[in-house]
């Protein structure tokens, strides 16, 4: 089956090489930069991960238990060997001092984070950025979208975006309100980065009779004629799912070398826990990105990768837990194949 992931990724790249403009940016490394892209991703062609480098799987999978948990503070990220966010808090950390004191190294610093609760809760927390949104959004009372999924202390109202997404898919699957959003302009100044990933949609559409035999029987690895007495009535007893669910996430700034990769197949797994969530087919994944740049320190690595081999797409298994009480255990990605890793510095 052809790998259709790393050859969109490869298209995005070329292009950004071909036309990008040299842009500065708050970093100060640099970047070549085009105006939107966008690039759609079947998720029947197998799971979004690319192969043409040597993909952190661990890291994703970690990174989007912790979204979803709610959670803000890079603790859980670092007692997991997961330090993607770690720099963003140790420049913060290191900023505080004058030219007289001497600073905790960024690996003492990462150590004192795991081990000491003070110290975490003081420097490891990124303020209310995406778990702290999707999870518990702080509104005024007075809101109009308060519903069955908030809940109230004495001066405001929460709402679990993610709780109320599940709901909705379940029961108005139509709404053209299946929506969670990562900006909220009312809290951005207290994040330590804004959210590059802001927001996602879902779309969901019925599946006909021939789509959800030929689901049951390819979950069965059966051919399709051992579904030929398969009729609606005993496809509905056998829970077979009625719906396929599309997710399209915007992107306002795509790091497309070592940041894109990571999002990619953060969302198609993201769409594949919530159409397990709600009994559906995970359909298509869309990434639409407004600036799309790569770093200037970045060029020759897109330029190896490219060169790279390609293999075909690893599978994805889900366990049985529900999205709301997920486990690193419960995801298993294999017949994973990689070109060798690609090593770049993170600009922060």
């Avoid at 970690?62 to 720099?87: P, Q, S």
């Avoid at 949104?133 to 979208?145: A, E, I, L, N």
């Avoid at 007893?237 to 996430?249: F, Q």
């Avoid at 198609?268 to 826990?273: A, I, N, R, S, V």
Wanted: charged share 25%; proline share 3%; aromatic share 12%.
């Amino acid at each position: 089956m052809k790998n259709n992931v790393d050859s969109q990724y490869f298209r995005l790249i070329k292009h950004i090489l071909e036309n990008g403009v040299l842009k500065s940016d708050r970093t100060e490394t640099g970047t070549l930069s085009v105006f939107d892209w966008t690039m759609r991703f079947d998720m029947s062609d197998g799971f979004p991960l690319l192969t043409s480098k040597k993909m952190f799987i661990k890291g994703i999978i970690h990174e989007l238990i912790w979204f979803l948990r709610g959670d803000t503070n890079i603790k859980y990220l670092v007692d997991n060997a997961v330090n993607i966010w770690t720099g963003d808090v140790y420049k913060r950390y290191k900023n505080s001092f004058d030219a007289n004191s001497v600073p905790l190294s960024k690996e003492e610093f990462s150590d004192k984070i795991k081990n000491d609760d003070d110290f975490s809760n003081q420097w490891g927390d990124l303020g209310p950025v995406y778990g702290r949104q999707w999870r518990k959004v702080k509104t005024d009372k007075s809101t109009s979208f308060y519903n069955k999924w908030g809940y109230e202390d004495e001066k405001l109202v929460y709402i679990d975006q993610i709780s109320d997404l599940v709901w909705q898919l379940k029961n108005t699957p139509d709404s053209r309100r299946l929506m969670v959003s990562a900006w909220n302009v009312g809290e951005l100044s207290d994040m330590l980065l804004p959210p590059c990933h802001f927001g996602f949609q879902c779309y969901t559409s019925e599946l006909t009779l021939e789509q959800r035999i030929k689901w049951w029987c390819d979950s069965l690895g059966k051919h399709i004629s051992y579904g030929d007495d398969l009729n609606l009535e005993k496809l509905d007893e056998l829970g077979v799912p009625k719906r396929k669910l599309d997710l399209k996430w915007f992107q306002r700034s795509v790091d497309t070398f070592l940041g894109l990769p990571f999002n990619i197949s953060s969302y198609g797994l993201l769409l594949h826990l919530l159409a397990k969530e709600v009994n559906m087919i995970a359909g298509d994944l869309i990434f639409n990105g407004g600036d799309c740049h790569i770093y200037l320190n970045h060029i020759e690595q897109c330029k190896t990768q490219m060169k790279q081999k390609t293999f075909q797409l690893p599978k994805l298994e889900l366990g049985a837990t529900s999205i709301f009480e997920l486990t690193y255990e419960d995801i298993k990605i294999s017949n994973y194949q990689s070109s060798d890793s690609i090593k770049a510095e993170l600009s922060n």
